[in-house]
């Protein structure tokens, strides 16, 4: 089965993703969500580019294991709610997400998932970093929902 994927692998690894930065560096595969204009909103096209890497990880032997993290000023901030409506069918986009189920694919890996989270995470945003193993948030992880310490 491991070795079906290789090719897959490979190409992954020469290939540019609209959305979704990815390196593999000593073991370690460096997964960047890489919308920052829009604080990497999740939209189809990240939804399908992180399908198609996490699943060469998991088959990938190389791999020990992942670290999730944002490019820009926040982690994610969910779901692109200019997306939201635009299926030309409920039905069919239904089955979409359940056959690209990225969700699943995170919660699965077989390796040790790290979510390094920073800025604004939220909705879809944080139910990625719960899916990882480890979340290591930093300090200004959700500023903007805190108050001031002198408050």
């Known amino acids: 089965m491991r070795a079906s ?12 993703f609209a959305t979704v930065l990815f390196e593999k560096r000593d073991g ?3 997964v960047t969500l890489n919308r920052p204009r ?26 020990r294991a992942m670290v999730l ?20 069918s409920p039905i069919v986009a239904r089955w979409v997400r359940f056959r690209r189920d990225v969700w699943g694919l995170l919660r699965t890996l077989p390796i040790p998932t790290v979510a390094a989270v920073h800025g ?6 944080l139910e990625m970093a ?11 992880t959700g500023s903007a929902c805190r108050k001031p310490a002198s408050a």
Not at 69 to 88: H, I, R, Y
Not at 120 to 125: C, K, M, N, P
Not at 130 to 140: E, F, P, S, V, Y
């Open 120 to 125: 604004f995470t939220v909705g879809g945003g």
């Open 5 to 16: 994927t290789r090719p897959f692998r490979r190409a992954i690894e020469r290939t540019g």
């Open 130 to 140: 719960l899916l990882c193993d480890i979340a290591i948030a930093a300090d200004d």
């Open 38 to 63: 829009v604080l990497n909103a999740y939209n189809v096209q990240m939804r399908d580019d992180l399908h198609q890497v996490l699943s060469a990880l998991h088959d990938d032997p190389e791999v």
């Open 28 to 30: 370690i595969a460096w």
């Open 69 to 88: 993290a944002g490019a820009g000023k926040a982690f994610s901030t969910g779901g692109d709610v200019s997306e939201f409506g635009q299926s030309p």
